[in-house]
T-cell receptor, first 113, second 112 residues
Framework: KNQVEQSPQSLIILEGKNCTLQ??????????LRWYKQDTGRGPVSLTI?????NTKSNGRYTATLDADTKQSSLHITASQLSDSASYIC????????????FGTGTLLAVQP | KAGVTQTPRYLIKTRGQQVTLSCSPI?????VSWYQQTPGQGLQFLFE???????NKGNFPGRFSGRQFSNSRSEMNVSTLELGDSALYLC???????????FGQGTRLTVV
């Protein structure tokens, strides 16, 4: 069964601290994996995309990793800011030419001052 | 380029009524997908349309239906509303062959 699981479900950290969000997937065939950020009351926005051949990619204070062998990805946030408070959703594209998307349930991150 | 536009932004309906939500995709995007988002459930896939044809369908009852017009605009209809249908409904559009979905702001539906 194709599925994407994220952990933790929610996370509270203090401003300035680092954190890591996890995404495990079981899909076939795998095309790519995206991390989306969803601010409260808004639609998700893509942060980064990871393809099969990529191990790590950074976008400012966000660093995503992908281990295609273990089918795991992580999103590391460095020096968190209040504006990082949001839901982070892992989305995997699979199915070859059909380009199907499957969404994780997200990690709700709260950054406190 | 204008982003994905969803209307209305907020809606309050009574149990048993029906509702129609609208989505205008990014110009040139022919794929439109709909999602239901509730706290703790994450994004649940409803259906995807491409060139006026339903390409994929999620696991929702037949009360949820959709359609896409020749200009790629899409509508989603929910009939016989239930309290559990209260959610944020998100629409996303994609370019042909692309994997990045661009989301609208969503329609917040409250059923009372």
């Amino acid at each position: 069964k194709n599925q994407v699981e994220q952990s933790p479900q929610s996370l509270i950290i203090l401003e300035g601290k680092n954190c890591t969000l996890q995404c495990n997937y079981t899909v076939s065939p795998f095309s790519n994996l995206r991390w989306y950020k969803q601010d409260t009351g808004r639609g998700p926005v893509s942060l980064t995309i990871m393809t099969f051949s990529e191990n790590t990619k950074s976008n400012g204070r966000y660093t995503a990793t992908l281990d295609a062998d273990t089918k795991q990805s992580s999103l590391h946030i460095t020096a968190s800011q209040l504006s990082d408070s949001a839901s982070y959703i892992c989305v995997v594209t699979y199915g070859g030419a059909t380009n199907k998307l499957i969404f994780g349930t997200g990690t709700l991150l709260a950054v406190q001052p | 380029k204008a982003g994905v536009t969803q209307t209305p932004r907020y809606l309050i309906k009574t149990r048993g009524q029906q509702v129609t939500l609208s989505c205008s995709p990014i110009s040139g995007h022919r794929s439109v997908s709909w999602y239901q988002q509730t706290p703790g459930q994450g994004l649940q896939f409803l259906f995807e349309y491409f060139s006026e044809t339903q390409r994929n369908k999620g696991n929702f009852p037949g009360r949820f239906s959709g359609r896409q017009f020749s200009n790629s605009r899409s509508e989603m209809n929910v009939s016989t509303l239930e309290l559990g249908d209260s959610a944020l409904y998100l629409c996303a559009s994609r370019d042909q062959g692309a994997t990045e979905a661009f989301f609208g702001q969503g329609t917040r539906l409250t059923v009372v």
